[in-house]
């Protein structure tokens, strides 16, 4: 079962926009993570939200975690073409015995146009 | 890419064969971890390790079997086959850092199986 479902599963910007994805998951978790996997490639970790963490910042991306509602949200604010890729949330669930099992979502195809 | 590396990168075969799929890390990480992506349902963990000869189940993990004999080789085999295991196959390490529990997973490029 998939713990992380997120929206919208495709989107598509002109270079300059803002781009917002979101997550929702299931279970208590220890952490969220958003990571970003170019065509072809493997997955590429961009940032890290604990759980009692409400907003994180990493250049261009801000995280925000709502553990009340179960979801995230990854802002890529002034987008690039070199962004176009798929991008993922992953949650470590609390209570998976430390293995740091992640479960992911089905990910969002980013595209942004020149 | 943190040291990982897979082999093959690409591989056909055939249904009823057998097939191991190897991961190798540089970095003496304890953790590492088999997922396989599909189009639309993401990435879902089929086995992980968390030390030598220490494995353990995940989602999917029928039909396939793991071993870590060395810190640094992760093995994946399918003893059998089947179509539905084609699939592409990353293999992860979690970069755990001391009295922080785990963090980031770091991946490799993957290793894209057909099998007709």
């Known amino acids: 079962s998939q713990q992380g479902e997120e929206d919208p599963q495709a989107l598509s910007i002109q270079e300059g926009e803002n781009a917002t994805m979101n997550c929702s998951y299931k279970?208590?978790?220890?952490?969220l993570q958003w990571y970003r996997q170019n065509s072809g490639r493997g997955l590429v970790h961009l940032i890290l939200?604990?759980?009692?963490?409400r907003e994180k910042h990493s250049g261009r991306l801000r995280v925000t975690l709502d553990t009340s509602k179960k979801s995230s949200s990854l802002l890529i604010t002034a987008s690039r073409a070199a962004d176009t890729a798929s991008y993922f949330c992953?949650?470590?669930?609390?209570?998976?015995?430390?293995?740091?099992?992640?479960?992911f979502g089905q990910g969002t195809t980013l595209q942004v146009k020149p | 890419d943190a040291g990982i590396t897979q082999s093959p990168r690409h591989k056909v075969t055939e249904t009823g064969t057998p097939v191991t799929l190897r991961c190798h890390q540089t970095?003496?990480?304890?953790?590492m971890y088999w997922y396989r992506q599909d189009p639309g349902h993401g990435l879902r963990l089929i086995h992980y390790?968390?030390?030598?000869?220490?494995?353990d189940k995940g989602e999917v993990s029928d039909g396939y079997s793991v071993s870590r004999s060395k810190t640094e080789d992760f093995l994946l085999t399918l003893e059998s086959a089947t179509s539905s295991q084609t699939s592409v196959y990353f293999c992860?390490?979690?970069?755990?850092?001391?009295?922080?529990?785990?963090?980031?997973?770091?991946f490799g490029p993957g290793t894209r199986l057909t099998v007709l």
């Open positions: 992860a390490i979690s970069v755990s850092p001391p009295g922080q529990g785990h963090g980031e997973q770091f």
């Open positions: 279970t208590s978790i220890n952490n």
């Open positions: 939200i604990r759980s009692n963490e």
């Open positions: 992953a949650t470590d669930t609390y209570g998976s015995s430390n293995t740091g099992k992640l479960i």
């Open positions: 970095e003496n990480h304890r953790y």
């Open positions: 390790s968390y030390g030598v000869k220490d494995t």
